[in-house]
């Protein structure tokens, strides 16, 4: 969100409501949660005129994921599901699925023209912004359908339109520094997966999204294992935690209808342990698919 600091980068008002809803859900003080309700019908309104316009569109499925979150954490899961599916069905629209990885490093994009086709970036930041913005409806959408039981809206097809080809997220500073890993097809094939200095948290998320909800169906032990063997030890905070519950649960997966493998005990009794190490400021501010 640092491209939002210049001048002339606002972002959209729907993504703005958006961020306003849930930092007054977040804040737990009576005088904000009373704003909740009419930061919620605004930003609706505004997600809708911009779908009239066609304005600001990624800012738009941003708004849209940000805003199935908030409904899930508040057990609307349908209406968090109906905003789900708005949001991925718009990134697949204007391509954020299949940012080539060159992209990101010459600018160069779309490298095929979208359903619906929008403005190119103004610069590389906003061009990464575009990469998060999939990831993060990406991973509500992987781990919202565990939770909840409900269609993938993004399933894994072949399908040249369907194909995820965009690079995993980066974190800061790290944008054109490290090399891009393998796509997300490679990786659940066993691709060779990067090193773990190269890894960073964002990756690390989207990953551990992609393999609990591929656990949830299928059996894929060895990319699970591959996976977690890539895990730098980092110090512990809510990210790391929400991270490895995800990979620990994934074993669980694995492991349900067996009867005398005691790995999915092991691998609870670990998340039982992590959760040890959460300390009470910690517990208003996980990450709503793991608490």
Same mark, same amino acid.
């Given at each position: 969100m640092d491209r939002f600091l210049k001048p002339g980068n606002e972002p959209h008002p729907a993504l703005e409501n958006a961020i306003y809803l849930l930092a007054c859900h977040f804040t737990e003080t009576q005088i904000y949660s009373d704003l909740e309700p009419a930061f919620l019908i605004q930003v609706q309104h505004e997600i809708n005129a911009a779908l009239d316009t066609s304005d600001r569109l990624p800012d738009v499925v941003q708004a849209s994921a940000l805003l199935a979150v908030y409904l899930y954490m508040n057990n609307r899961i349908m209406e968090g599901y109906r905003h789900t599916f708005s949001a991925v069905k718009l990134a697949v629209g204007i391509g954020l699925h299949q940012i080539q990885p060159q992209s990101v490093l010459t600018g160069i994009y779309p490298v095929q023209t979208p359903l619906i086709p929008i403005a190119p970036p103004r610069n590389a930041m906003e061009l990464q912004d575009r990469v998060l913005a999939f990831w993060q409806v990406f991973m509500i959408d992987r781990c919202w359908s565990v939770a909840s039981g409900l269609p993938l809206v993004l399933p894994d097809k072949d399908a040249p339109q369907c194909r995820i080809l965009t690079p995993w997220p980066l974190g800061p500073g790290k944008w054109g520094t490290t090399g891009f890993q393998p796509s997300l097809r490679e990786f659940f094939d066993g691709a060779e997966l990067s090193n773990q200095s190269e890894e960073t948290i964002p990756s690390l998320k989207a990953k551990a999204a992609a393999i609990y909800e591929l656990t949830s169906r299928s059996k894929n032990e060895a990319a699970v294992q591959k996976f977690y063997s890539t895990i730098p030890a980092?110090?512990?905070?809510?990210?790391? !935690?929400?991270?490895?519950?995800?990979?620990? &649960? $994934? !074993?669980?997966?694995?492991?349900?209808?067996? &009867? $005398?493998?005691?790995?999915?005990?092991?691998?609870?009794? $670990?998340?039982?342990?992590?959760i040890c190490q959460l300390t009470g400021a910690d517990w208003s501010y996980l990450d709503p698919i793991v608490c």
């Amino acid at each position: 969100m640092d491209r939002f600091l210049k001048p002339g980068n606002e972002p959209h008002p729907a993504l703005e409501n958006a961020i306003y809803l849930l930092a007054c859900h977040f804040t737990e003080t009576q005088i904000y949660s009373d704003l909740e309700p009419a930061f919620l019908i605004q930003v609706q309104h505004e997600i809708n005129a911009a779908l009239d316009t066609s304005d600001r569109l990624p800012d738009v499925v941003q708004a849209s994921a940000l805003l199935a979150v908030y409904l899930y954490m508040n057990n609307r899961i349908m209406e968090g599901y109906r905003h789900t599916f708005s949001a991925v069905k718009l990134a697949v629209g204007i391509g954020l699925h299949q940012i080539q990885p060159q992209s990101v490093l010459t600018g160069i994009y779309p490298v095929q023209t979208p359903l619906i086709p929008i403005a190119p970036p103004r610069n590389a930041m906003e061009l990464q912004d575009r990469v998060l913005a999939f990831w993060q409806v990406f991973m509500i959408d992987r781990c919202w359908s565990v939770a909840s039981g409900l269609p993938l809206v993004l399933p894994d097809k072949d399908a040249p339109q369907c194909r995820i080809l965009t690079p995993w997220p980066l974190g800061p500073g790290k944008w054109g520094t490290t090399g891009f890993q393998p796509s997300l097809r490679e990786f659940f094939d066993g691709a060779e997966l990067s090193n773990q200095s190269e890894e960073t948290i964002p990756s690390l998320k989207a990953k551990a999204a992609a393999i609990y909800e591929l656990t949830s169906r299928s059996k894929n032990e060895a990319a699970v294992q591959k996976f977690y063997s890539t895990i730098p030890a980092v110090p512990f905070n809510r990210d790391y !935690f929400a991270i490895q519950t995800m990979v620990y &649960t $994934s !074993f669980i997966h694995l492991k349900r209808h067996a &009867t $005398s493998d005691s790995r999915a005990l092991k691998a609870g009794s $670990s998340i039982t342990k992590l959760i040890c190490q959460l300390t009470g400021a910690d517990w208003s501010y996980l990450d709503p698919i793991v608490c």
